[in-house]
T-cell receptor, first 112, second 110 residues
Framework: DAGVIQSPRHEVTEMGQEVTLRCKPISGHNSLFWYRQTMMRGLELLIYFNNNVPIDDSGMPEDRFSAKMPNASFSTLKIQPSEPRDSAVYFC??????????FGSGTRLTVV | GQSLEQPSEVTAVEGAIVQINCTYQTSGFYGLSWYQQHDGGAPTFLSYNALDGLEETGRFSSFLSRSDSYGYLLLQELQMKDSASYFCAVGNQAGTALIFGKGTTLSVSS
């Protein structure tokens, strides 16, 4: 298994544009998590899914953010419209607390 | 609310021992985890404690005291490659997502 795969690795976009981040999780795991990391706020949970169903999206900053998991092999995080304060590294992860999460390599988003 | 407190920075020299503390306040508790993250990389899982006591894995050990809402990560025989950020994380119940502390940056010098 190639692990959790995220794309793109880097994204630079202009304010107001739509951004879509993608995640292919490790097969066999029921849960998928989206986190955002910044120097100021650290690793923040945005949303997580169990069996493709969103369980807790209370960390999604505002309506500009949306996430989907149409099947067990794929998830997207969309920001529309993007703003400079959305600049961060976005991580997708699978796993359990007991045995550990496996994180993807992250998407470094820069909104100018 | 939930919060985790850990020091922002720790410095040490090669071969030394360092302890990174973590105190937490959560509505429930289902275990304390530790993750390591090198610059530009993704967090990687180090350890998990559900019960009180010390868990040892090679040069790294992790301790938990549930009554004190406190844990620590102990790194022994420090190497330059241990320079990284270390995060404690708490799950407040089974099946929920981990909440991470802000991280401790460890700098190991020769």
């Amino acid at each position: 298994d190639a692990g959790v795969i995220q794309s793109p690795r880097h994204e630079v976009t202009e304010m107001g544009q739509e951004v879509t981040l993608r995640c292919k999780p490790i097969s066999g795991h029921n849960s998928l998590f989206w986190y955002r990391q910044t120097m100021m706020r650290g690793l923040e949970l945005l949303i997580y899914f169990n069996n493709n169903v969103p369980i807790d999206d209370s960390g999604m900053p505002e309506d500009r953010f949306s996430a989907k998991m149409p099947n067990a092999s794929f998830s997207t995080l969309k920001i529309q419209p993007s703003e400079p304060r959305d600049s961060a590294v976005y991580f997708c992860a699978t796993g359990t607390g007991t045995y550990g999460y496996t994180f993807g390599s992250g998407t470094r988003l820069t909104v100018v | 609310g939930q919060s985790l407190e850990q020091p922002s920075e720790v410095t040490a020299v090669e071969g030394a021992i360092v302890q990174i503390n973590c105190t937490y306040q959560t509505s429930g508790f289902y275990g304390l985890s530790w993750y390591q993250q090198h610059d530009g990389g993704a967090p990687t899982f180090l350890s998990y404690n559900a019960l009180d006591g010390l868990e040892e894995t090679g040069r790294f050990s992790s301790f938990l005291s549930r009554s004190d809402s406190y844990g620590y990560l102990l790194l022994q025989e420090l190497q330059m490659k241990d320079s990284a950020s270390y995060f404690c994380a708490v799950g407040n119940q089974a099946g929920t997502a981990l909440i991470f502390g802000k991280g401790t940056t460890l700098s190991v010098s020769s």
